[in-house]
């Protein structure tokens, strides 16, 4: 069987191989919290990188929810949100491979708006 190439890494050790496990994993997270159930967000919603790790943040409750970049999809896991239109970059794997080139995660960070060349700059002053 052939392993997926696409995945999300949750903190708690789960590897999220397509969307429908992250809903899963969502709905058993809010049921350890005894919140009532997922519920569907259809607006976009913008994402960014912060410590090397896709993000969005909660519509609802403000929470930052990790993004699988190929999804464009942020479930949170404390008030049931599914945002199901995350903006991604259409450059982002030249993003995150950018990124890779800084050895410490708390520097491998993107705002929407930051560019390529902004990032490259930010290399070459602090490696």
């Not at 030249?94 to 050895?103: G, T, Y």
Request: proline content about 6%; overall charge negative; charged content about 25%.
């Amino acid at each position: 069987m052939e392993t997926p190439t696409v995945s999300l890494r949750m903190l708690d050790g789960s590897r999220l191989t397509m969307p429908e496990h992250y809903f899963a994993w969502q709905v058993e997270r809010l049921a350890q919290k005894d919140v009532a159930r997922a519920w569907p967000c259809d607006l976009q919603v913008p994402s960014r990188i912060e410590h090397g790790r896709w993000v969005a943040t909660c519509i609802n409750c403000r929470t930052s929810a990790y993004v699988q970049p190929e999804w464009c999809l942020s479930c949170c896991s404390e008030c049931g949100c599914q945002m199901r239109r995350v903006d991604i970059p259409t450059n982002y794997q030249q993003i995150e491979r950018v990124l890779l080139e800084r050895p410490n995660r708390e520097n491998q960070n993107w705002l929407p708006g930051e560019t390529l060349d902004d990032l490259l700059r930010e290399n070459k002053e602090h490696l």
